[in-house]
């Protein structure tokens, strides 16, 4: 009889949210979980042209979802009032980034990694 060891490997996570624009740009993201006893996390931001901003890195349970909200600014160059654009994610350890951003944004890159591996 061959005997086979079970283990887990869990971790805690984070969560890094990086932006783009090609203009000066203000903006106000709003990061909140799935689980009603977690604080909501507010960062506003004065994003550079065509400089990457990583705006925040907040730790995450790999059993919840997070919800991200994006409020930007008016965009004279883009001749908007304000854009907001709103995004559900579930950690999974990698990069979201997707191909398509909606203006006055060209970049959006989410970053899903862990601190502390324990077996």
Sequence with gaps: MIGIKMFQVNCSGFL???LQSPYDQSAIVN???SEKSEKS???KVKLQ???PLN???IPVNFNRTYNVTIKCGASKEEGLTETTIVSSVTPRLGLLSP???A???NGIRIVVGCDEWVL
Excluded: D, F, K, Y
């Design 31 to 33: 990061i909140s979980s």
């Design 16 to 18: 890094e949210l990086h």
């Design 41 to 43: 996390r507010v960062v």
């Design 49 to 51: 042209p065509s400089i």
């Design 103 to 105: 203006r006055p944004l």
């Design 99 to 101: 191909a398509a951003v």
């Design 55 to 57: 705006v925040t890195r």
